[in-house]
């Protein structure tokens, strides 16, 4: 796992991911190709994650406490040998031919600096919560275009060169889990960068996820400062999760709140604007699912029908707290000003 002449460099950040590095570093030591380096971050684990990579004789960078993924991304690309990053997550597991997949894109791609993946269709929580969120990020990445104009660490490679002359991640303006990754994307396609999804590059993702997690991921890891950041640089690309159909849909879905609202309210009040209100939910909601039926009938083959009935409310969910998300921000804005 740590070739005296790398051809590819990877880099592993971990906070506290005992659990799931070993099943990382099993599957990134039955990589077909064997000319690469591994170097795992800890970014000031309290358990046994340094203490498990080390054990597989990989390159361990302590860095003594919690900076975040971007400045331990950073600092493992910063040591790395090779020409080629390829950052993946603690919980993930690559493929036997991930390795040889990400160098035969660059090599038959002179010009492009950079390439990621998506999860694969079977991650490893068995929960309805955590397939659910696995499967939209699977669908998400595979119906986007493939000049894409951000980047996904949890399975992405970049040209050191490339990576260097960007400064890397932002590590101050994201010292947690963030959208470190995207905003690189964003600044890398301003300067004219080449970025592809390559969506044969597909890894397992081992995460569970609880509901909580998923909102406060969500909202104050991933909706609040992508809108920031959105806002902030005047780029806002129309792929992967901020497409047009999903611009329309969080309109709708505000929409369909509202109306609900008015149900409820002329339910208790005995108002004569219940059963209005009523049609126009059901027009609304009619309307969404149309809009969103390519989705729908991805997670209706995949899982069935019972799975797709849960999934439905929760990607209303996802789409109320994203556009409230980007409405508040937007609102910030203006009254700063």
């Not at 077909?32 to 990579?53: M, Q, R």
């Not at 799975?307 to 209303?316: E, G, R």
Request: contains cysteine.
């Amino acid at each position: 796992m740590n070739s005296n002449n790398p051809d590819i460099s990877v880099v592993i950040p971990v906070h506290n991911g005992e659990s799931y590095l070993s099943m990382c570093l099993h599957a990134l030591k039955a990589s077909f190709h064997t000319e690469f380096e591994t170097i795992v971050v800890d970014d000031g684990s309290k358990d046994g994650s340094a203490e498990v990579a080390k054990k597989f004789g990989v390159k361990v960078l302590e860095l003594g406490r919690n900076y975040g993924p971007a400045a331990a991304r950073n600092e493992g690309a910063a040591a790395a040998t090779a020409p080629i990053v390829l950052f993946i997550d603690a919980d993930v597991l690559v493929r036997g031919d991930t390795l040889t997949s990400v160098l035969d894109t660059f090599s038959k791609n002179l010009e492009l600096a950079a390439v990621f993946g998506s999860y694969d269709t079977e991650p490893s929580a068995p929960d309805f919560l955590s397939q659910y969120r696995n499967l939209l990020h699977h669908y998400v990445h595979q119906k986007s275009r493939s000049d894409a104009s951000t980047f996904w660490s949890g399975c992405g490679a970049i040209k050191r060169n490339v990576f260097l002359e960007m400064g890397g991640f932002d590590r101050a303006k994201f010292s947690k889990p963030s959208i470190e990754d995207i905003d690189l994307g964003y600044r890398m396609r301003r300067k004219g960068h080449k970025i592809f999804l390559d969506k044969e590059l597909q890894v397992k993702h081992l995460k569970h996820w609880s509901f909580f997690s998923m909102l406060r991921t969500d909202i104050s890891q991933r909706a609040v400062p992508w809108s920031k950041l959105m806002l902030e640089s005047g780029f806002s690309p129309r792929d992967l999760n901020v497409d047009t159909s999903d611009r329309v849909s969080a309109v709708l879905v505000g929409l369909l709140s509202i109306c609900l609202l008015i149900a409820i309210l002329a339910a208790l009040g005995g108002g004569g604007i219940l059963y209005p209100a009523l049609i126009l939910s059901a027009v609304l909601t009619i309307s969404l699912i149309l809009l969103n039926r390519h989705l729908y009938g991805f997670f209706l083959e995949e899982k069935g029908f019972g799975f797709t009935l849960l999934a439905i409310p929760m990607h209303f969910l996802y789409f109320f707290y994203s556009g409230a998300s980007y409405g508040a921000c937007w609102l910030r804005k203006k009254m700063s000003k």
